[in-house]
């Protein structure tokens, strides 16, 4: 059996049947290129995608202090990334070399040979996630550049937003980066200014909001005027799969969400129990693949663009977006998830962004390296956090206020954290204050059963407790329980607000047409395979309900 390295997946070349497959499924156009031609330059939406038949094409990256060459593509490669079908901005430039000669695919185009094209859509897709993995691990690709100290909330804010879009960018640490005088002092720049976001030579944005991040770099995409199909609030797991399920049946689908795909889960460093992945995978590249699915099938995926408000019109559900124009759509689905409730402790909320933390990536470890990491809760989500961290951290203390992991945590991760060394339970244990001054310094906590108390000196609490469902938004007339997690199914069915003969679909909502899927919906399992399963299950009630308009 053939090895193939993460580099022959990355750049494949294509044998003359496999390009006459290609051009079976779609058009090709044949282009003679001018030496030193840009075929496609940094920050280019909708560039065309190229295969090579003679000749060269140089790619090159300038996010650096010089341009930098990335690989060469020659006769049967191609060009392009995941940004193909994202949407986002090239994040590279393509130049013709040596009398290129090329085969030009158009973006819809290349959607359509991925559509219908199986064998080429399997290698054409696992080039592009193998090419921004090997960006990801490379330490010569720089991206943007985040200067900011790691004791800066907005820092955090900044660095969090890129993360979880997944745009490729270095952070330029002020109490830990030696070279980062001279980098201000390039920009005209002193530390009073940070944060701040560059691109090589060039200042972008200082101290930007989300949306002004989002339109700088080109992450924001504005929704079609017209009205869809199926509109889903949340891209965590059961949002995503609803848009991949949707788009690939035919419906016109979209995807809101304020801060960016993968919810909760894709912030976990590794989950272990999801089927089909025996080594596990962590929540960034199931929401990778997920993503790159939707978008492939056409789902269109807009954020930050939050649900601000749910009204109802002519029978048709119409999001307020929050300055932009109304969203309206036949189906809605409600996945907005939930979020970890805050700890009851004075000054907490003081700390966040700069020692307290609600999620464990490798953004956060970085602060923790070589000292005392603390992590609250007894799910799994505080597991998973804190078998990573230890990783990083000198060691990991993990508070629970019961005296039992089992309860609530998976049995292979509550045996994880037992074979760890550096991890250390204190069970009926809670926080009781928080020290600091620019940035959490200590904490002091108590023991439920004797009353003692300590002092541990950490720069770092990671918070996974408790779940406040993300419901504000909605009216009254979507039903929800005493914790304000959606109701759906037989809980609405004798419902005052459900006006209709039949009875309500499993996930459907007080208000037919309606449906809630996840985390944020009363009663479900809060576990990602069972968000994904709800989420791909919603679109079968979507279509029924089509079925009756």
């Known amino acids: 059996m053939p090895q193939y390295t993460l580099h022959s997946i990355a750049f494949p070349v294509l044998d003359d049947a496999q390009i006459a497959q290609?051009?079976?499924?779609?058009?090709?156009?044949?282009?003679?290129?001018?030496?030193?031609?840009t075929l496609i330059a940094v920050g280019d939406r909708a560039f065309k995608f190229f295969i090579v038949k003679s000749g060269e094409i140089e790619i090159l990256d300038y996010s650096g202090d010089e341009p930098k060459t990335i690989t060469v593509h020659r006769q049967g490669q191609f060009t392009g990334d995941i940004s193909h079908l994202t949407g986002m901005p090239a994040i590279f430039s393509a130049i013709a070399r040596n009398g290129c000669e090329v085969f030009e695919i158009s973006g819809e185009a290349l959607r359509?040979?991925?559509?219908?094209?199986?064998?080429?859509?399997?290698?054409?897709?696992?080039?592009?996630?193998?090419?921004?993995?090997?960006?990801?691990?490379?330490?010569n690709f720089i991206g943007l550049r985040v200067i900011g100290s790691r004791y800066s909330p907005d820092t955090f804010r900044v660095r969090d937003f890129l993360s979880r879009n997944r745009v490729l960018f270095t952070w330029?640490?002020?109490?830990?980066?030696?070279?980062?005088?001279?980098?201000?002092?390039?920009?005209?720049?002193?530390?009073?200014?940070?944060?701040?976001?560059a691109c090589a030579h060039m200042l972008l944005l200082r101290n930007p909001s989300n949306?002004?991040?989002?339109?700088?770099?080109?992450?924001?995409q504005s929704l079609e005027?017209?009205?869809?199909?199926?509109?889903?609030?949340?891209?965590?797991?059961?949002?995503?799969?609803?848009?991949?399920?949707?788009?690939?049946?035919?419906?016109?689908?979209?995807?809101?969400?304020?801060?960016?795909?993968?919810?909760?889960?894709?912030?976990?460093?590794?989950?272990?129990?999801?089927?089909g992945f025996p080594t596990g995978l962590t929540g960034a590249e199931l929401?990778?693949?997920?993503?790159?699915?939707?978008?492939?099938?056409?789902?269109?995926?807009?954020?930050?663009?939050?649900?601000?408000?749910?009204?109802?019109?002519?029978?048709?559900?119409?999001?307020?977006?929050?300055?932009?124009?109304?969203i309206t759509t036949k189906c809605?689905?409600?996945?907005?998830?939930?979020?970890y409730r805050r700890l009851d402790v004075e000054g907490f909320e003081k700390f966040e962004g700069t020692g307290v933390y609600y999620a464990a990536t490798p953004a956060e470890a970085l602060?923790?390296?070589?000292?005392?990491?603390?992590?609250?809760?007894?799910?799994?989500?505080?597991?998973?956090?804190?078998?990573?961290?230890?990783?990083?951290?000198?060691?990991?203390?993990?508070?629970?206020?019961?005296?039992?992991?089992?309860?609530?945590?998976?049995?292979?991760?509550?045996?994880?954290?037992?074979?760890?060394?550096?991890?250390?339970?204190?069970?009926?244990?809670?926080?009781?204050?928080?020290?600091?001054?620019?940035?959490?310094?200590?904490?002091?906590?108590?023991?439920?059963?004797?009353?003692?108390?300590?002092?541990?000196?950490?720069?770092?609490?990671?918070?996974?407790?408790?779940?406040?469902?993300?419901?504000?938004?909605?009216?009254?007339?979507?039903?929800?329980?005493?914790?304000?997690?959606?109701?759906?199914?037989?809980?609405?069915?004798?419902?005052?607000?459900?006006?209709?003969?039949?009875?309500?679909?499993?996930?459907?909502?007080s208000h037919p047409g309606v449906f809630a899927a996840g985390d944020v919906r009363s009663g479900s399992v809060k576990r990602v395979a069972s968000a994904v399963g709800e989420g791909a299950m919603s679109v079968q009630f979507v279509h029924e309900y089509l079925k009756e308009m």
């Open 225 to 275: 005027r017209t009205v869809y199909d199926l509109l889903v609030v949340g891209a965590g797991p059961a949002g995503l799969a609803a848009a991949v399920y949707g788009a690939s049946e035919g419906l016109r689908t979209a995807v809101l969400d304020s801060v960016g795909p993968g919810g909760q889960a894709g912030s976990s460093m590794r989950i272990e129990n999801y089927l």
């Open 112 to 139: 359509h040979l991925l559509n219908q094209c199986p064998a080429l859509s399997d290698i054409i897709l696992q080039s592009f996630i193998a090419r921004r993995q090997l960006l990801r691990e490379s330490p």
């Open 367 to 509: 602060l923790c390296r070589g000292c005392p990491a603390i992590v609250v809760g007894g799910g799994n989500s505080a597991g998973q956090a804190a078998v990573f961290l230890a990783g990083h951290a000198s060691r990991v203390l993990l508070l629970i206020r019961g005296d039992d992991l089992n309860k609530n945590m998976s049995s292979y991760l509550v045996r994880r954290i037992e074979e760890t060394p550096n991890i250390e339970l204190l069970s009926n244990t809670t926080i009781r204050r928080v020290t600091g001054n620019s940035h959490l310094e200590a904490i002091d906590v108590v023991n439920s059963q004797d009353g003692r108390e300590r002092t541990i000196e950490t720069p770092t609490v990671f918070s996974f407790i408790g779940a406040t469902p993300r419901t504000d938004w909605l009216p009254s007339e979507i039903e929800r329980d005493a914790k304000g997690f959606v109701r759906t199914g037989s809980a609405v069915a004798q419902s005052k607000q459900w006006d209709v003969a039949r009875p309500p679909s499993l996930l459907e909502t």
């Open 172 to 197: 330029v640490d002020l109490e830990s980066d030696p070279e980062v005088n001279q980098l201000l002092k390039g920009f005209g720049l002193t530390e009073a200014d940070t944060p701040v976001v």
């Open 332 to 339: 809605l689905l409600i996945a907005t998830g939930a979020q």
């Open 211 to 220: 949306q002004a991040l989002a339109d700088e770099v080109g992450i924001h």
């Open 22 to 37: 290609a051009g079976q499924c779609t058009t090709l156009l044949p282009r003679r290129c001018e030496d030193g031609e």
């Open 287 to 326: 929401t990778d693949r997920a993503t790159l699915q939707a978008n492939k099938f056409g789902a269109h995926l807009s954020v930050p663009t939050a649900a601000v408000r749910l009204s109802f019109e002519n029978g048709y559900a119409v999001i307020d977006a929050g300055g932009s124009e109304p």
